[in-house]
């Protein structure tokens, strides 16, 4: 049997962050396994591979990369320009199996699927574009008339882009994804939180696949977002028990930030004889109070938002005098900024955004 090689997973920077059996199989070279008389016949072996069909077998390629039992024909220095792991793989062993060719190309056996592979190596030849704005990948058309296809954050195919890029450590289309998945509300600061036009409508493998292709940074938004999801919602997700726990409780959390904020700032200035516009906070506190009582709203897991939105449009505002105005915008600046940076210890993730190392653009 073949051994399983590690695969390294790199960060942003190019060093090591962790070894995670990788589904590649390499022949070790140090100990040549005995080659069996029905794998190998001559300069071309018995294995039954079919061409891949388009412009990803291409007749000057060096390689041959077969999935089950059909080969791309790609360039050995496109992989290695483009992925460590392809860089690591032929410093190693160049080529890694000379035994086994195919239209005289050394063969290197993948395990990813088809389609994801496809994907990948469409996007490092540039025949799938990876745009930064609008938030989006656009296939270019094949054939001329194709429609160009948006494919979204959110879809599996965009995940499956990253997970891929991050096993071959290809760094400049993994910060693309990462790029554009702040983009698309995914946010790192509380800044481009409020820019965000938009927000990311969640698919339920988002968490799943932020964890498993060590993108840290976005976690805490992604927790933020899915407490604001139904239960059935979450359920979709098949989060494990880890990721519920931090969710759960996160949102037990968050759910008191509102609730707090106004005993703090809307109750203390009601009561304040020396607040001259006493009387407005007393109304908009009986305004609120409704909304504290209503056991239905879920909005007080998202506080930031229900802060953006009082802080915009809370009625009573529009009767308050300038100095009591500012001050209490003050105050609803200093409480958001404090949630977000919070988040991080929020969901036990970390205690600082630092530590997530904010490293996207
Ligand atoms: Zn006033």
């Known amino acids: 049997m073949i051994p399983v090689q590690k695969i390294k997973l790199y960060d942003e920077a190019g060093e090591d962050l962790e070894s995670l059996p990788g589904p590649i199989h390499l022949q070790e070279t140090q100990k040549p396994q005995p080659i069996t008389k029905t794998s190998v016949q001559g300069r071309s072996t018995s294995m039954n591979i079919k061409r891949l069909c388009g412009s990803l077998y291409h007749k000057d390629g060096n390689v041959v990369l077969v999935v089950a039992d059909v080969g791309l024909r790609v360039h050995a220095s496109v992989l290695e320009g483009n992925t460590g792991f392809f860089r690591d793989l032929f ?4 080529p890694p199996r000379p035994e086994e060719t195919f239209d005289g190309c050394p063969i290197i056996p993948v395990y990813d699927g088809m389609e994801g592979l496809t994907l990948f190596l469409g996007v490092m030849y540039g025949y799938t574009y990876v745009l930064s704005f609008p938030s989006g990948l656009f296939k270019l058309p094949t054939s001329g008339c194709r429609p160009i296809l948006n494919i979204s954050v959110n879809s599996d195919e965009f995940w499956t882009l990253l997970k891929i890029a991050t096993k071959y450590a290809a760094f400049g289309i993994r910060r693309s994804c990462i790029k554009m998945l702040s983009q698309a509300g995914y946010a790192v600061t509380l800044k481009d939180y409020d820019s965000s036009t ?7 493998g988002c968490l799943n696949a932020l964890q498993e292709t060590n993108v840290r940074v976005l976690l805490p938004v992604t927790y933020y977002f899915l407490c604001q999801q139904t239960d059935a919602f979450i359920e979709e997700c098949e989060l494990d028990n880890d990721a519920l726990m931090r969710l759960y409780r996160g949102g037990c959390k968050l759910a008191k930030v509102w609730p707090e904020f106004v005993a703090k700032e809307i109750v203390k200035r009601a009561q304040d004889r020396e607040t001259c516009c006493r009387p407005i906070f007393k109304q908009a506190f009986d305004s609120v ?13 998202a506080p930031l938002l229900y802060l953006l939105r009082h802080q915009a449009d809370m009625s009573f505002e529009r009767g308050l005098c300038e100095r009591c105005k500012e001050d209490f915008q003050d105050a609803m600046f200093e409480e958001r900024e404090r949630v977000w940076t919070s988040l991080p210890r929020v969901f036990g993730i970390t205690n600082t955004w630092e530590e997530l190392e904010v490293r996207v653009s």
């Open 91 to 94: 410093a190693a062993a160049c």
């Open 198 to 204: 938009t927000r990311p409508g969640l698919s339920s």
């Open 289 to 301: 109070s409704n909304l504290i009582l209503d056991a239905n709203l879920n909005g007080f897991v």
